[in-house]
């Protein structure tokens, strides 16, 4: 299983961006999936996560501004990022918790590769 990160870039304050992941090879079910972000000379933090069901709860810190949704028919995770701030600069990291295998036996935690934000102006 793979997982592919897109979307990041530089966007102005106040700006929005809208972050992809898509995961890809033998899935046989995605619970949970999430975003985290790790800004320069910080620790990685949650930024937010989503259930199959579409239930998702957010890190205080984007509450209101951002939305996590997810394609399940295509296994895609989406970050919507609106009123964007200079310290939502950060690498994101999309992470995907689910099974594979003979009736889901097997399961597996990943990680993407991150994607750069950058908020400035």
């Known amino acids: 299983v793979q997982l592919q990160a897109s979307g990041g870039g530089l966007v102005q304050p106040g700006g929005f961006l809208r972050l992809s992941c898509a995961a890809s090879?033998?899935?046989?079910?995605?619970?949970?999936m999430a975003w985290y972000r790790q800004a320069p000379g910080k620790e990685r933090e949650l930024v937010g996560t989503?259930?199959?069901?579409?239930?998702?709860n957010y890190a205080d810190s984007v509450k209101g501004r951002f939305t996590l949704s997810r394609d399940n028919a295509n296994n895609i995770l989406y970050l919507q990022m609106n009123s964007l701030k200079p310290e939502d600069t950060a690498v994101y990291y999309c992470?995907?918790?689910?099974?594979?295998?003979?009736?889901?036996?097997?399961?597996?935690?990943?990680w993407g590769r991150g994607t750069l934000v950058t908020v400035s102006s």
């Open positions: 989503i259930k199959t069901g579409g239930t998702a």
């Open positions: 090879g033998s899935i046989f079910s995605i619970n949970t």
């Open positions: 992470n995907v918790i689910g099974s594979n295998g003979y009736r889901g036996r097997y399961s597996f935690n990943l």
